[in-house]
């Protein structure tokens, strides 16, 4: 195991608040991706509910149930051992019931090995998010958009254009905050009303869409790395253009194979030619 990363604790995370030192935060879904993210030392991994968009071809987050995050999670903390993690708790899975929002949790620390969870929604999950914390598990915020609500908000749009909706965002993040949450995501919400919100809590802020006065900032794996090639949100910032890349990748070994160019000499085993010559004959050829 590479014990040159320590991984970061919620203590810590405050202090980097504290210490106006930004928080860096990126989604990973398998062994190779956070492998790559704790190499760049990533400060915290998300396994995203956005896997159900980004890697299992969903339209909507909405699909992703349990069992998929825990084996995501289990992958992810194999590639990223020395970083925290938070796994999301898919849709429904902290809606039905205070002991089932638990039980569905819990599987997702002890058997999935995630370090924390990320709930989406605010006033309206305190009641579950408190009950979370009690049983030792910590709890990241998630408001503004909340993809889950999707049908209900009418699509991805920006939050809290107007006075009442910034307002009870801002509200919802003091709550959250005061309910015991480690973080808070602010997603898709204007940049001076995010602003507003990290410099009244004492927690840290993780934006996404949400400008840079936040404390730090996360984003979809396959959106920086340009794997996600459909429509790419103005927030998003591509740092590579894999897509291309791969799809370019693939097409030439396409080619080489139909031109018999690919395996070249340095791909191939010999054989002895006595040991072929001897086959040969065994085989009556
Ligand atoms: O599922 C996800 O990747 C998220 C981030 C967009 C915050 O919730």
């Known amino acids: 195991m590479d014990t040159s990363k320590k991984k970061l604790t919620t203590v810590q ?5 504290s210490g106006q030192q930004k928080i860096a935060m990126v989604t990973a879904y398998d062994y190779p991706t956070a492998k790559a993210a ?7 991994i998300l396994v995203g509910d956005s896997l159900g968009m980004v890697v299992l071809g969903y339209e909507t987050t909405l699909p992703v149930t349990v069992e998929d995050i825990i084996h995501h999670t289990k992958a992810v903390k194999r590639g990223a051992p020395n970083t925290f993690i938070v796994s999301d708790m898919p849709f429904l899975s902290a809606h039905i019931s205070v002991s089932e929002t638990i039980r569905n949790a819990g599987r997702m620390i002890q ?19 408190k009950a979370l914390i009690r049983a ?9 958009l909340t993809p889950q609500a999707v049908n209900q908000l009418g699509g991805y749009r920006l939050q809290g254009k107007d006075v009442e909706s910034a307002k ?20 898709l919400v204007p ?25 730090g900032q996360v984003l979809v794996m396959h959106d920086l790395l ?22 370019e990748a693939l097409r030439t070994y396409n080619q080489e194979v139909r031109d018999n ?16 010559d001897d086959l040969k004959k065994e085989l009556g050829l």
């Open 13 to 17: 995370l405050r202090s980097m608040k």
């Open 38 to 44: 704790e190499t760049a030392g990533a400060d915290l």
């Open 111 to 129: 058997e999935g090995t995630a370090d924390a969870v990320k709930v989406e929604g605010g006033r309206e999950m305190l009641e579950e998010i």
């Open 136 to 144: 030792n598990i910590p709890v990241m915020g998630h408001i503004g």
């Open 168 to 187: 009870r965002i801002f509200e919802d993040a003091l709550l959250l905050e005061q309910a015991g949450c480690f973080a808070i995501v602010l997603e």
């Open 191 to 215: 940049t001076p009303l995010a602003t507003l919100i990290s410099e009244q809590v004492s927690i840290p802020t993780i934006g996404i869409g949400a400008g840079g006065g936040c404390d």
């Open 226 to 247: 340009g794997i996600t090639h459909q429509y790419m949100p103005r927030f998003v910032k591509p740092y590579a253009k894999l897509h291309d890349t791969i799809v």
């Open 261 to 276: 160019t690919f395996p070249g000499p340095e791909h191939q085993f010999g054989m002895k030619e006595e040991v072929l």
